[in-house]
C-alpha cells in the first residue's frame, strides 16, 4: 500500500535561518506531489505541485522553492526564513490522472522566531 | 478564477439534529468537487466526491451547477462527526490542483 511521509513533525527555527521540509511517498511511481500550506481560518493554500522529477510549478510567489531531486520525493525549502513562514505544512501525493484523490501526509509545524 | 467559499467558519449543532455544511464553488468549465475531513489528530483525508455519487458515514453532498454548490449533509449528526472539513474543486481541464475553501469546524455537541 501507498504511505507518505513528512518529517520533521516539528521545527522551530530563527528568523533568517535556512529551511529544508522533506517528504517521501512508497509504494508508487510517478505520483504528482503537493506542497500545501495549511493557516487558521485560511483553509489549505497550494504553494507547489510537481508532476514529474525536476518539474516543479509554483502556484504563489513567496520566499520558498520545492524540489524533486528523486520520483518519490519532494523538498520544500527557503534560504532565509521569514516570521510570516511559520505555519503547518503538508504534503500530499495524487495518481497522475486529472481530478485524482490526494492522500496528506502528517505535515510539519513550523514556527520561526 | 477558481474558487471554493465555505460561509462558516464554525457549525454547532447537538447529537441527532440535521446538519448542513455549505459549499459554493465559482469555475467557468467542468469541476469536480470534493469533501475533505480532518479529525482531531489525524490527517487530512477524503471523505467523498461528488462524482462517486455515494454516502460516507452518512454523509451525502449532491452537485448543484445552477446554484453552483456542494453543499455537505448528514440527517442525524453524531459527535464523531466532530472535525474540520473542506470543501475542494479540480477542474477537469487538465489540471491536477485542488483548490481548496476555507474549511467549517463542526461541533457536534452531546
Known amino acids: 500500500s501507498q504511505t507518505i511521509h513528512q518529517w520533521p513533525a516539528t521545527l522551530v527555527q530563527p528568523v533568517g535561518s535556512p529551511l529544508s521540509l522533506e517528504c517521501t511517498v512508497e509504494g508508487t511511481s510517478n505520483p504528482n506531489l503537493y506542497w500545501y500550506r495549511q493557516a487558521a481560518g485560511r483553509g489549505l493554500q497550494l504553494l507547489f505541485y510537481s508532476v514529474g522529477i525536476g518539474q516543479i510549478s509554483s502556484e504563489v510567489p513567496q520566499n520558498l522553492s520545492a524540489s524533486r531531486p528523486q520520483d518519490r520525493q519532494f523538498i520544500l525549502s527557503s534560504k532565509k526564513l521569514l516570521l510570516s513562514d511559520s505555519g503547518f505544512y503538508l504534503c500530499?501525493?495524487?495518481?497522475?490522472?486529472?481530478?485524482?484523490?490526494?492522500?496528506f501526509g502528517p505535515g510539519t509545524r513550523l514556527t520561526v522566531l | 478564477a477558481q474558487r471554493v467559499t465555505q460561509p462558516e467558519k464554525l457549525l454547532s449543532v447537538f447529537k441527532g439534529a440535521p446538519v448542513e455544511l455549505k459549499c459554493n464553488y465559482s469555475y467557468s468549465g467542468s469541476p469536480e468537487l470534493f469533501w475533505y475531513v480532518q479529525y482531531s489528530r489525524q490527517r487530512l483525508q477524503l471523505l467523498l466526491r461528488h462524482i462517486s455519487r455515494e454516502s460516507i458515514k452518512g454523509f451525502t453532498a449532491d452537485l448543484n451547477k445552477g446554484e453552483t454548490s456542494f453543499h455537505l449533509k448528514k440527517p442525524f449528526a453524531q459527535e464523531e462527526d466532530s472535525a474540520m472539513y473542506y470543501c475542494?474543486?479540480?477542474?477537469?481541464?487538465?489540471?491536477?490542483?485542488?483548490?481548496f475553501g476555507s474549511g467549517t469546524r463542526l461541533l457536534v455537541r452531546p
Open positions: 500530499a501525493w495524487s495518481a497522475g490522472l486529472v481530478g485524482s484523490e490526494q492522500f
Open positions: 475542494a474543486l479540480s477542474g477537469m481541464d487538465s489540471s491536477y490542483k485542488l483548490i
